[in-house]
Structure formats: C-alpha cells, structure tokens
C-alpha cells in the first residue's frame, strides 16, 4: 500500500519551454503532496505544499510563478515548470501524505528534469 | 538558522559492523521525527519514525532510532550491517506547526563493503 507514482520519470527539454511532471497516490486519498527538488548529492528541498483544492503554500524562494502547482483531486497533483532554464534542471520528487496532521509521507520515484 | 545536522557525509562499513548515524535538529517544541532510506536507484523508503511514546524506535531491516529530546538528537543504529543497506539515509524533521512539511538532513551516503 502507499504508492506514489510519477510521470514522467525523466525529461529533456529547450530551454524557454514548459514542463509539467504529474504526482498520483494510486492506492489513497492524498488530502497533501509535497514538491521536492534534490540537486546532485545533495538532499531534498521543499519547494511547495499542496493541500487538494485550494492554493500551494511555498516556501521561501521559491517563485510560485516559475512554479506552479495544481492540486485539482484527492490522487493528483502536478507541478508545472514554466519557460525552463538549465538552472531549472534537477530531480524533483513528490510526497503524498492522507492527513495534514501528523502523517508520514510516501514518496514518489523522482522525476529528473534536464534543460537544454 | 533552524536545521537538521547529520553529522557523518560518508561511512564506510564491514559487513556485521554496528552503524549509528547521527542526527540532531534545531527545532523547540514538539516536532515528529523520520529516518528515510534511498537505495541506488530507487526511491524514499520510511525506515522509521517518532511522534511520541517510547523515545527508542524500531523500524524496518533491524534498524533503530533513539530519540533523547535534551539533546535534540535522533540517532539511527544498527548492531550487524549487511551488503544490502549500503544506501543514502536521510533524518527528517517536522517541525512544530509545520503541518507535516519535513525539512531534510543533507544525508549520510552508507557502503558495507562485504
């Protein structure tokens, strides 16, 4: 149980084009997802919450338009890079919890991301 | 600034060797507490996590965490490592009224040499 999935799973792109990566929790009802991005051999950063049907709560640094999240069902969220650069390349990676209270979070497997 | 600290980047181990990883946060209050395991290839896993009660927890594949608040620590252990848990461990914290957000630990990448 628990399965978070991602697609795509990677990604190349121009720079100056828009990406969306989808995040589902196949097997429930993710009432949060969380958007991370892992540089290489570094750990994770959370970039955004996303609590289903309302707007991404960002943290700080993170440009709510360069990124944008879309929470619209309780087994979907995507976040969507808009006009990419190669700075935007990375792996990102989404998370999925069933409560915003105190709930471990599942993780999706990543999606690397490379702009050209 | 608030943080979580793991203190070991690399940790090269013998096989049946004993593993503690630390771990150390800079949050007050109440904060729930999460070891992740990212083997090569393959996404987070949950080995373990605190909320509350018993400060020693027992999570999967033998692991372990001790949570000693004074010292805002939680230390992952292990007594007999094996071939198969070289990966990347990641300490998380929850903050208070972090509303289940997890701020990482820059993690600890761990080969068990057989």
């Known amino acids: 149980g628990a399965v978070v999935s991602q697609h795509p799973s990677w990604v190349i792109c121009k720079s100056g084009t828009s990406v969306k990566i989808e995040c589902r929790s196949l097997?429930?009802?993710?009432?949060?997802m969380f958007w991370y991005r892992q540089f290489p051999k570094q750990s994770l950063m959370l970039m955004a919450t996303?609590?289903?049907?309302?707007?991404?709560?960002?943290e700080q640094g993170v440009e709510k338009d360069k990124f944008l999240i879309n929470h619209a069902s309780l087994t979907l969220s995507t976040l969507t890079v808009t006009s990419a650069h190669p700075e935007d390349s990375s792996f990102y990676i989404c998370?999925?919890?069933?409560?915003?209270?105190?709930?471990?979070?599942?993780f999706g497997p990543g999606t690397r991301l490379l702009v050209l | 600034a608030q943080s979580v600290s793991q203190h070991n980047h690399h940790v090269i181990l013998s096989e049946a060797a004993s593993l503690e990883l630390g771990c150390n946060y800079s949050?007050?209050?109440?904060?729930?507490l999460f070891w992740y395991v990212q083997y090569p290839g393959q996404h987070l896993q949950l080995l373990l996590k605190y909320f509350s009660g018993d400060p020693l927890v027992k999570g999967i594949k033998g692991f372990e965490a001790e949570f000693i608040k004074s010292k805002f620590s939680f230390n992952l252990r292990k007594p007999s490592v094996q071939w198969s848990d070289t990966a990347e461990y990641f300490c998380?914290?929850?903050?208070?009224?972090?509303?289940?957000?997890?701020?990482f630990g820059a993690g600890t990448r761990l080969a068990v040499h057989p």
């Open positions: 998370s999925a919890c069933q409560s915003s209270l105190g709930e471990t979070q599942y």
């Open positions: 996303s609590n289903e049907g309302s707007k991404a709560t960002y």
């Open positions: 949050y007050g209050g109440t904060v729930n």
């Open positions: 998380a914290v929850s903050p208070p009224r972090g509303y289940n957000k997890l701020i």
């Open positions: 097997d429930f009802q993710a009432t949060t």
